[in-house]
């Protein structure tokens, strides 16, 4: 396994940086696209692992895509759906969008036959919520090993009913993935998810991107407890541009980088205004004594004193709450990050698995079920860390671009590297070039 030590900034000045596709809005989109019946072309695409998972797999059902500009634009040819070919066998990897939109959509075919499996991560992820409920709604499963997981394999022929249910407590995008496929079926679908949902901005981004798919732009989403109703007339049939936002999570990590290396960074097309919930992460900044400002260019973040602590509840922002940890041993003082009980079911236990890399870093560690409570101690991780540690990602791509920040810190006020992440290039999963981008920062010619 590959490790790769990161080199601490020497000096603090004005960063500036540009960010990536988001992946949740291009995953959704190729989805959304391929409903239309028209040509809709998608600009500012993510350029990821993921994104690469879920084109492949519509090209492999016949959905038209080509590329332009290094794949940053992708030209859809929409299919109203209707995939050309009945019966295949399909990867989704490690990607949660991929696994849930996907199964939704191949839920709606007729007398089709598909065989679809995950990598050994994704098989311990939540399938068995999504499944049950196109089951109750005429679509068949067979599982390979535990039931409601992958691998397994689905016998379809469209989907019935003008009321769903759906137990969306411990994923949103299984929302998400029906939500999308209800203008297929329907006019007029009501979803019901008692208990709620975690990470509900993401709900709210699918909800705005169907209207900006549908007919007319006429598609009418209203939300009340635990239920959605939404009324449409279905995809275009008109071709158009679709312009994917920068991702707001990807920009956590470089708006958080001033309390590493002093400064500010400049993120290039980030705002509030975002489709994106995670672009909520600047509150938090701001709490712990960050100076967040909007700029014509995007959002400024410095740092004019060290970061406090405080309490924050992360149920809406969940994907950024590693991001904040991994620094944790740079604040002054104590740290409980709630609402991320949800996430021990991601890419890997993400709680369980940050608790145990700062405990390496020398941290005082509490950990619930649903929290990590963090008593930073800046001389401790001097201590633990010797001339040189190693954190561990998992697998996960978050904690490898999270660590990377606090490895910026000049912890010994030498400039030498005392920091490594291992399996740095998980990275591939939404930000392949993560590393060149920071190196860049480093040397002053990132942009």
């Known amino acids: 396994m590959s490790h790769l030590e990161i080199v601490p900034f020497k000096k603090s000045h004005t960063f500036t940086v540009s960010m990536p596709g988001s992946k949740s809005i291009s995953n959704r989109a190729l989805v959304l696209a391929s409903l239309c019946n028209c040509e809709v072309k998608l600009k500012g695409v993510l350029v990821s692992e993921d994104v690469e998972l879920m084109k492949e797999a519509l090209i492999s059902m016949g959905v038209q895509i080509n590329e332009e500009k290094n794949g940053k634009t992708l030209l859809v040819r929409g299919c109203e759906g ?11 990897g490690n990607a949660g969008t991929v696994a849930r939109f996907l199964t939704a959509l ?4 007729k007398e089709g036959v598909f065989h679809l499996d995950g990598s050994s991560a994704m098989r311990l992820r939540p399938m068995n919520e999504l499944t049950k409920s196109l089951e109750t709604m005429g679509c068949k499963f067979s599982f390979s090993a535990k039931p409601g997981c992958f691998p397994f394999t689905m016998h379809t022929n469209g989907l019935q009913g003008k ?17 999308m496929i209800a203008p297929l079926i329907n006019r007029g679908t009501c979803i019901r998810y008692e208990g709620g949902t975690v990470s509900e901005p993401f709900v709210g981004i699918t909800t705005k991107m169907i209207n900006s798919f549908s007919r007319g732009r006429n598609c009418r989403i209203a939300s009340y407890d635990n239920e959605i109703e939404i009324h449409s007339e279905g995809y275009s049939t ?11 999570t990807a920009a956590s990590y470089f708006l958080t980088l001033p309390i590493a290396t002093g400064g500010s ?15 909520a992460y600047t509150g938090i900044l701001e709490k712990l004594g960050f100076n967040i400002s909007s700029t014509q260019g995007g ?14 509840n992360f149920n809406k ?4 709450f590693l991001t904040i ?17 949800h996430t021990r079911k991601q890419e890997t236990d993400r709680v369980s698995a940050m608790a145990k890399e700062l405990r390496k870093l020398g941290q005082n560690v509490e950990e619930g079920n649903d929290y990590i409570w963090v008593r930073p101690d800046l001389n401790k991780l001097r201590d633990a860390v010797g001339s040189m540690t190693s954190v561990s990602t998992y697998g996960d791509h978050r904690f490898a671009m999270s660590f990377a920040i606090l490895g910026c810190h000049d912890l010994f006020d030498d400039g030498r590297p005392w920091l490594s992440i291992k399996d740095h290039q998980c990275c591939s999963k939404t930000f392949p070039n993560f590393f060149e981008v920071l190196d860049g920062l480093r040397k002053g010619v990132g942009k």
């Open 82 to 92: 209707k995939l050309p070919f009945k019966e295949q066998s399909l990867k989704v």
């Open 106 to 109: 191949l839920a709606t075919q």
């Open 163 to 179: 009321v769903w249910s759906i137990d969306a407590t411990k994923s949103s995008q299984v929302l998400s993935a029906l939500l």
């Open 238 to 248: 008109e071709d158009f541009e679709y312009h994917i936002e920068p991702d707001a």
């Open 265 to 279: 960074c400049l993120a290039k097309g980030i705002s509030t205004t975002m489709l994106q919930g995670d672009s």
């Open 299 to 312: 959002t400024l973040s410095s740092l004019p004193a060290a970061a406090g602590g405080g309490e924050f």
């Open 317 to 320: 922002i969940s994907d950024t």
């Open 325 to 341: 940890l991994a620094v944790s041993p740079l604040l002054t003082h104590d740290i409980l990050v709630r609402g991320i009980g």
